[in-house]
């Protein structure tokens, strides 16, 4: 039981500025190359995720663990949709990477 009350133990700011750094990172700062590259290039796909995972450690001050488990998860599950197919709506890869967030924050990494 303590996992769900750690879990839960999530401020409001904290979760909105983790997941505007995750929007900001994964979307607005993914250039269309990237987009289009990154499927087909592992090390397109290491400049995207290298990308995403600084905005974490400047905006959110994440801590190295937690920066190299966003970069591990991201440099993973973007291939399984883009390169693989394994992941098909964009949502799903969506909920993956807002999932490991919540994992984060909630066991305080």
């Given at each position: 039981?303590?996992?769900f009350t750690t879990l839960i133990d999530i401020s409001v700011p904290t979760l909105l500025v983790w997941l505007a750094c995750?929007?900001?990172g994964d979307f607005a700062f993914q250039s269309t190359?990237?987009?289009v590259e990154k499927g087909k290039s592992w090390e397109v796909n290491f400049y995207h995720c290298a990308t995403y995972t600084a905005v974490f450690v400047l905006f959110?001050?994440?801590?190295?663990l937690a920066a190299a488990i966003l970069f591990g998860t991201h440099f993973v599950?973007?291939?399984?949709k883009s390169r693989y197919k394994v992941i098909g709506p964009i949502w799903a890869d969506q909920l993956l990477h807002i999932l490991t967030i919540l994992l984060i924050l909630g066991?305080?990494?």
């Open positions: 039981m303590p996992m995750h929007f900001v190359w990237m987009s959110a001050h994440a801590s190295i599950v973007d291939p399984l066991f305080k990494i």
